[in-house]
């Protein structure tokens, strides 16, 4: 009964992260972390939302926006962008048809732009098995293979999206990753990175992604980054603590 609920809110949460969240603001434009790398440059994470913006009725892709974000939220955090760098965007999707619009977007500005940068999708679905539900030692089982059953699989994820953060190029890169609303699908993905390189508290993450949110993410997207939290102190021992925030309880 509990997973059918989630189910249910999952769907619900969905519909409305499609109807209202898709367009560029500022607030949800974040540097994460910044990579020195051994030629000289440095490589930059940042997570957001959809970037594009509406003019006279037509939605385009934001750029010059995205840009001016990304460089005013490094300046508060005292990082001074270099002024020329290529991006790589990634965008969070459940692959459904109402997002195939945006993604259309996206892929046309860049294949025209290749100079840009370029970009990509990943299918990011969450959980719906709540750990907090389990016996300790089911938990323990499952973390440890997580990769084996997990559809986000962000035993790999996260240390991907670190080496294409730690890979050198001619030119910085920018490594942006969104979903729609910049709330839920890369509140799981950047929830997840901050356990792993910047020592963040499961409940840390959490309380994270809701300040930027403004509000608590999607159940699933938790469950996903909890799951995540738990292969951690688990399959590579990290001294983590992953007990569920009050929100969540």
């Given at each position: 009964?509990?997973?059918?609920?989630?189910?249910?809110?999952?769907?619900?949460?969905?519909?409305?992260?499609?109807?209202?969240?898709?367009?560029?603001?500022?607030?949800?434009?974040?540097?994460?972390?910044?990579?020195?790398?051994?030629?000289?440059?440095?490589?930059?994470?940042?997570?957001?939302?959809?970037?594009?913006?509406?003019?006279?009725?037509?939605?385009?892709?934001?750029?010059?926006?995205?840009?001016?974000?990304?460089?005013?939220?490094?300046?508060?955090?005292?990082?001074?962008?270099?002024?020329?760098?290529?991006?790589?965007?990634?965008?969070?999707?459940?692959?459904?048809?109402?997002?195939?619009?945006?993604?259309?977007?996206?892929?046309?500005?860049?294949?025209?732009?290749?100079?840009?940068?370029?970009?990509?999708?990943?299918?990011?679905?969450?959980d719906l098995w709540d750990p907090n539900f389990l016996p300790e030692r089911d938990v323990k089982s499952w973390a440890l293979n997580l990769s084996d059953w997990q559809h986000d699989n962000l035993p790999y994820r996260i240390p991907f999206y670190r080496n294409i953060l730690s890979t050198e190029h001619d030119l910085p890169l920018i490594l942006y990753i969104h979903c729609e609303c910049g709330c839920d699908r890369t509140g799981e993905v950047f929830a997840s990175y901050a356990m792993k390189?910047?020592?963040?508290?499961?409940?840390?993450?959490?309380?994270?992604?809701?300040?930027?949110?403004?509000?608590?993410?999607?159940?699933?997207?938790?469950?996903?980054?909890?799951?995540?939290?738990?292969?951690?102190?688990?399959?590579?021992?990290?001294?983590?603590?992953?007990?569920?925030?009050?929100?969540?309880?």
């Amino acid at each position: 009964m509990k997973i059918i609920l989630n189910l249910i809110i999952l769907i619900l949460s969905i519909s409305v992260i499609l109807i209202n969240g898709d367009y560029l603001e500022y607030r949800k434009v974040h540097l994460v972390d910044q990579v020195s790398l051994s030629n000289g440059n440095t490589n930059y994470i940042f997570r957001g939302n959809e970037p594009s913006v509406n003019i006279n009725g037509t939605k385009y892709f934001a750029y010059e926006e995205l840009i001016k974000c990304m460089v005013n939220n490094s300046l508060t955090t005292g990082v001074k962008l270099p002024p020329q760098f290529t991006i790589v965007d990634i965008k969070l999707i459940y692959g459904l048809k109402d997002e195939e619009p945006d993604i259309e977007l996206e892929q046309t500005f860049f294949n025209a732009n290749p100079q840009f940068g370029q970009f990509g999708t990943n299918v990011t679905l969450g959980d719906l098995w709540d750990p907090n539900f389990l016996p300790e030692r089911d938990v323990k089982s499952w973390a440890l293979n997580l990769s084996d059953w997990q559809h986000d699989n962000l035993p790999y994820r996260i240390p991907f999206y670190r080496n294409i953060l730690s890979t050198e190029h001619d030119l910085p890169l920018i490594l942006y990753i969104h979903c729609e609303c910049g709330c839920d699908r890369t509140g799981e993905v950047f929830a997840s990175y901050a356990m792993k390189y910047l020592g963040y508290s499961f409940k840390e993450a959490m309380d994270w992604d809701y300040s930027i949110a403004g509000r608590r993410i999607m159940i699933n997207h938790q469950f996903a980054a909890q799951w995540y939290c738990y292969y951690l102190q688990v399959a590579e021992e990290m001294t983590i603590d992953c007990s569920a925030p009050p929100l969540l309880e």
